[in-house]
């Protein structure tokens, strides 16, 4: 089994930044990419961010130019720098990640992290 583990949410005023981390810990033998997820209230799960272990990313329209993904593979661990914070990232945070936990395994399995909230209010 893997566990993912997030921190880096809070309460920030607009215009604000905050980085969140998710490192991933158990049974990996090698992380096909990791990203990120957001939930506000009221509305469906989407896809903020994504970055693969060769470094390849991806982002949501809406935080392109403000938010910047990267992964540490030693650390197995993922990064979310959130810069110029708006209310509208107000969410919870989940951390997503697609480990082969075995050299014998032919698809990544899916792992979610517990979420981290994030709010921006004056």
């Known amino acids: 089994q893997v566990q993912l583990v997030e921190s880096g949410g809070g309460l920030v005023q607009p215009g604000g930044s905050l980085r969140l981390s998710c490192a991933a810990s158990g049974s990996i033998f090698s992380i096909n990419d990791m990203g990120w997820y957001r939930q506000a209230p009221g509305k469906e799960r989407e896809l903020v961010s994504t970055v693969a272990s060769g470094g390849n990313t991806y982002y949501v329209d809406s935080v392109k130019g403000r938010f910047t993904i990267s992964i540490d593979n030693a650390k197995n661990t993922v990064y979310l720098q959130m810069n110029s914070l708006k209310a509208e990232d107000t969410a919870v945070y989940y951390c997503?990640?697609?480990?082969?936990?075995?050299?014998?395994?032919?698809?990544?399995?899916?792992?979610w992290g517990q979420g981290t909230q994030v709010t921006v209010s004056s």
């Open positions: 997503n990640a697609r480990i082969y936990s075995s050299p014998y395994a032919t698809i990544p399995s899916n792992y």
